[in-house]
């Protein structure tokens, strides 16, 4: 079975970057798509992009923001995020093929 792992959640002005990192056990995010997911405790998660081989796709929210870079020879994906806004704070989570990482925490406080 797949396993996805994220990283590089931390604390973080607001204004200020972050690049999370999904990394697979297997090379399969050329094969299916991937997204990425953030939640805050007790809600639904929210969709935030999605990357479909060389094409991605952002959530209102983080439009013009966030972008999808990847390593293939590392089997990760990465997601930029720029310009953080304190509503940006959640659980950020990758998945793809159904398969879901445990998640990595950002936080965005002065």
């Known amino acids: 079975q797949v396993q996805l792992v994220e990283s590089g959640g931390a604390l973080v002005q607001p204004g200020g970057s972050l690049r999370l990192s999904c990394v697979a056990s297997?090379?399969?995010?050329?094969?299916?798509?991937m997204a990425w997911y953030r939640q805050i405790p007790g809600n639904e998660r929210e969709w935030v992009a999605t990357?479909?081989?060389?094409?991605?796709l952002f959530a209102d929210s983080v439009e013009g923001r966030f972008t999808i870079s990847r390593d293939d020879a590392r089997n990760t994906v990465f997601l930029q995020m720029n310009d953080l806004k304190p509503e940006d704070t959640a659980v950020y989570f990758c998945?793809?093929?159904?398969?879901w990482g445990q998640g990595t925490q950002v936080t965005v406080s002065s």
């Open positions: 998945t793809s093929n159904k398969v």
């Open positions: 990357s479909q081989g060389a094409v991605s």
């Open positions: 297997e090379n399969i995010f050329k094969t299916f798509s």
